[in-house]
């Protein structure tokens, strides 16, 4: 179980996936095709569209990206692995059983039938499960893809070849680094909508019933603020394969490197501050209209830097045809069309008119299909040799973009017509006299022209090529050291880890490839039989240390079906069986960390070659796992943020707000406790660095019970004050506050005890201590969000 099998694993799921949200669109189409069709009834047309639109998001777009990394980031590194192979596969599971739940509702009548954006009030009074189903499944699949987030930024940062600079990373590693924050910033604010529409449906707890001061616009807030990004985390990508392709077909180094690094940051940023940008016909006042207008045309510009470096780079350089750059350049042709009608409903008055029609269909599926799905299956062909050791077919190629290009225009170019004549999305009939017929027909003659492109495409991938010689070391005469692995591949990567001094180490420094497979650079030989892989700075990539990563184990399919199973089975409102797969999970990820993180060698350190000889253990900013943890706080982080946002959101819009406050003697006194606690973790680490382990036991066990009795006071005082959270959503949001600070308190007193256990097991020392810095990581983060908490609903009891 490497980062190998793990990404072919992912891609694989995520392809299956993409073929049946493709059929689920043919079977739309055929209702469209004439009008009146009976191939589906109402019912069944929702549910498809509401799946179709969900699968392409969240089951293909963002995976498909975390699969290609998982596979091809460490080659592209020049690293033995990714640090934490096991979470890896976590995420693969978790997203698999995820996905499987999601699209297998479709077979018993339960599937979401409410958009794949899950408006309410419609998708909290639907009868029956699929609005649950939806909420749950994929909020499961939304932290799942931030766990694989967590690997790959701290990859990008942490295991670079020594000499691998900031300015000296490849281009696909930037954007994963960038598509990464993105991911971590953007999904938590869905995920903490989710937590709150769940608790509307299944507890009566009004956050976006108008009539008990809830508000249904704060869903599409939320959900936008992750929608948008979520297209640019699509887009980039794609746009990572291109720069790799790109200078390839070229043969020359791209031009613009600094810009194109800061043009993706810059649509990262930016990418933000649009989400109002689909909430112009919901009443905001022109203010705010105009603002995220001229957010939706400023993110244009590092877009088009990036566009066209790459496009300077082919006509600096001596093309090479082949069908990855055949499949990139109609990339280019319909991503630049999406783009410009992208900037077209970007303004609110034509978005007045155009909003919800086949316009924004036909734009949506643009962007996205040229910015997305055109330059994935060009980095297949692209990457294909490298993953398999094979070349796909030339000719099979070109007969599977030119099906699939014409047919997407001629599916798509007709929609814009569509919309402007008023075709209004999500609808299953419209009476014949209305014009609409020959446009629909067209469209889903053109939908089978795509279908038709993409048989030939997975035929070509899959079909048996036992007769094909294996491709050269590097078949395209690529700069980059991914295509330094040899041939076949074996399981542990490269044989060294090379000292690298350019961007294109394999076009500048010829011998390189020669001096890696003879073990002339580090990490030569594996004298203790563990797996290794060199760890490096994250500035300017000076060795550190070696890791040693974890071995084969089913504990991360064991944790990832018991958290899943704590998110599916209270659809069905088996919340003990619940509660109890929760708790397997749990401890099935307490025991992988026992037995594999962080364990004290054999050696303090060993000789990684080329003279240097490297420590096998740190801890504290030094070590991997520290850097997982402040990236997995971020992100809980920025979901309390997103609750906190909520509050205040629900304090602003309603004239008069309830005046009571949670009873003030367990809300301060919750809120003081946990400050105990975390001054205690601080001084149990001091103790421990002194080598005073029996007072570090004493300060860490009682933090442990400062933690679980300030989190429970913290918890009651709502209840304590006579809250009722289905009365108002006033009373509901501070409850779900002090929930959330409740968990977390649960959280870093299960992380103390952990390190006590891990002491009296004398495993954990003065010189062994990781988990000792990444508890007390966990308790900054915890007793941050406790005071903001406890200010907010403390201090301000209502506004008048």
């Known amino acids: 179980m490497n980062n190998s099998d793990v990404g072919r694993w992912f891609a694989f799921a995520c392809l299956v996936f993409m073929l049946t949200a493709g059929v689920m669109a043919l079977l739309l189409r055929v209702e469209l095709a004439t009008p009146a069709q009976d191939v589906l009834s109402a019912r069944q047309y929702n549910q498809l569209y509401s799946l179709h639109g969900s699968v392409m998001m969240f089951l293909v777009a963002v995976p ?26 976590m995420s693969f599971w978790g997203f698999a059983l995820g996905g499987l739940f999601v699209i297998g509702s479709i077979f018993f009548d339960a599937a979401p039938d409410a ?43 942490k295991v670079r070849p020594p000499g691998m600079r900031l300015n000296f990373i490849p281009l696909y590693a930037w954007y994963v680094l960038v598509v990464g924050a993105m991911v971590i910033f953007a999904f938590p604010p869905l995920i903490a909508g989710s937590l709150l529409f769940e608790l509307e449906r299944e507890l009566d707890m009004p956050f976006f019933d108008p009539t008990r001061g809830g508000d249904p616009v704060l869903w599409q807030h939320l959900f936008w603020i992750f929608g948008h990004p979520e297209v640019y985390i699509i887009f980039l990508p794609a746009i990572a394969i291109t720069a790799m392709i790109v200078p390839t077909v070229a043969q020359r180094p791209i031009i613009g490197y600094s810009w194109i690094v800061l043009s993706a940051v810059g649509t990262g940023f930016l990418s933000f501050g649009l989400w109002v940008h689909h909430m112009y016909t919901t009443g905001l006042p022109n203010i705010s209209l105009g603002f995220f207008s001229a957010a939706s045309q400023a993110v244009v510009i590092p877009t088009g830097v990036q566009i066209f470096a790459f496009i300077a780079t082919l006509l600096a350089g001596r093309v090479t045809r082949s069908t990855p750059m055949l499949f990139i350049a109609g990339a280019f042709a319909i991503f630049v069309a999406g783009g410009l009608t992208g900037v077209m409903v970007g303004l609110a008055p034509f978005d007045w008119q155009a909003h919800d029609t086949y316009f924004v ?48 225009n001629v599916t798509f170019l007709p929609m814009h017509l569509t919309g402007l004549i008023g075709m209004p999305r999500r609808v299953n009939a419209y009476p014949a006299e209305i014009g609409w017929q020959a446009l629909n027909l067209v469209s889903t003659i053109g939908a089978f022209v795509i279908a038709a492109g993409f048989a030939v495409f997975v035929w070509d991938l899959f079909r048996s090529k036992r007769d094909q010689p ?11 050291l991914e295509w330094a692995v040899s041939v076949p591949e074996e399981s542990w990567g490269v ?30 030989d594996a004298p203790t039989g563990h797996r290794e892989t060199l760890i490096t700075s994250v500035l300017d990539a000076t060795p550190s240390h070696v890791l040693r990563v974890s071995g084969d184990s089913f504990v991360p399919i064991l944790a990832a079906f018991g958290l899943g199973g704590s998110f599916i089975l209270p659809v069905f409102k088996l919340y003990w069986f619940a509660l109890a797969s929760g708790l397997v999970g749990i401890a099935a990820i307490v025991w992988w960390h026992w037995t594999t993180t962080a364990q004290p060698p054999e050696k303090n350190a060993r000789d990684a070659g080329m003279g240097l000889t490297l420590p096998v253990y740190v801890s504290g900013p030094s070590s991997t796992g520290w850097w997982a943890t402040w990236i997995t706080m971020l992100a809980l982080l920025t979901a309390f943020v997103s609750l906190v946002f909520a509050y205040f959101y ?58 679980l009795a300030g ?16 009365v108002h959503a006033y009373p509901a949001i501070v409850f779900v506050l002090h929930f959330w600070i409740t968990i977390h308190a649960a959280l870093g007193a299960l992380m103390l005890g952990y390190c006590v256990a891990k002491s009296w097991d004398g ?18 983060f915890t007793l941050g969000m406790a005071f903001v908490a406890a200010a907010v609903t403390g201090l301000y009891p209502g506004a008048t």
């Open 650 to 707: 629900y304090w602003t819009i309603w004239p008069v707000f309830p005046e009571t406050t949670p009873a003030a003697a367990p809300h301060w006194g919750g809120l003081a406790l946990l400050g105990v606690a975390w001054g205690l973790t601080i001084t149990g680490l001091k103790l421990n660095q002194r080598g005073h382990a029996a007072s570090f036991r004493a300060a860490f066990v009682t933090a442990f019970g400062c933690a």
């Open 115 to 157: 958009g794949w954006f899950m408006y309410p009030p419609l998708s909290t009074q639907v009868s029956g499960v699929g609005s649950d189903v939806w909420l749950l499944g994929l909020g499961f699949i939304e932290i799942t893809s931030i766990a694989a987030a967590v690997e790959l930024i701290t990859s990008v940062l």
């Open 711 to 726: 989190g429970a006071l913290f918890q009651w005082a709502p209840f304590a004050a006579g809250m009722d959270p289905t």
């Open 64 to 89: 498909i990206f975390e699969a290609i990394s998982m596979l091809l980031l460490p080659a592209i590194l020049g690293a033995r692995e990714l640090p934490f192979p096991r979470l890896g596969a």
């Open 495 to 524: 044989r060294s880890v090379p000292e690298i001094s350019s961007r294109y180490p394999l076009w500048d420094e010829p011998e390189i490839v020669g001096r890696m497979d003879r073990g002339e650079f580090f990490l030569p």
């Open 763 to 780: 495993r954990l020392t003065r010189d062994y201590d990781a988990d000792v810095w990444n508890t007390l990581l966990v308790w900054h």
């Open 470 to 480: 294996e491709r050269p070391r590097n078949p395209w005469n690529a700069g980059t």
């Open 361 to 408: 269909v036909a734009h949506l599926h643009y962007t996205l299909f040229g910015g997305a799905v055109l330059p994935i299956i060009a980095g297949i062909y692209y990457f294909y040799p490298l993953i398999t050791g094979h070349m796909l077919s030339d000719t099979l190629g070109r007969w599977s973009f030119w099906l699939i290009f014409i047919g997407f």
